[in-house]
Nanobody, 118 residues
Framework: QVQLVESGGGLVQPGGSLRLSCAAS????????MGWYRQPPGKQRELVAT???????NYADAVKGRFTISRDNAKNTVYLQMNSLKFADTAVYFC????????????WGQGTQVTVSS
């Protein structure tokens, strides 16, 4: 089992920045992918960004050039630096991890609210 705990959400004005953190605990040795998804109000959950153990990253088009995902494997922590935030970035942000243990499993954090408002 893997537990994911997010932190860093909050209220920010358009154009501002926030940094999300997600710490993994439990059976972390088999985690390969970590990342972030978000669920805007009234919409489905969508990919924001992912990072592999080797550092390879993938971003949604909507956040490219504004968000940066990074990972500290020694701390089992993934970060999301969000710059130039827009109203459309308002959502609950969920940390994600994929573990290769057994048949493979997806794990999710409890979510952290990010609100972009003037």
């Amino acid at each position: 089992q893997v537990q994911l705990v997010e932190s860093g959400g909050g209220l920010v004005q358009p154009g501002g920045s926030l940094r999300l953190s997600c710490a993994a605990s439990g059976s972390v040795l088999r985690i390969s992918v970590m990342g972030w998804y978000r669920q805007p109000p009234g919409k489905q959950r969508e990919l924001v960004a992912t990072v592999q153990t080797d550092g390879n990253t993938n971003y949604a088009d909507a956040v490219k050039g504004r968000f940066t995902i990074s990972r500290d494997n020694a701390k089992n922590t993934v970060y999301l630096q969000m710059n130039s935030l827009k109203f459309a970035d308002t959502a609950v942000y969920f940390c994600y991890a994929y573990s290769r243990s057994g048949w493979g499993a997806d794990y999710w954090g409890q979510g952290t609210q990010v609100t972009v408002s003037s």
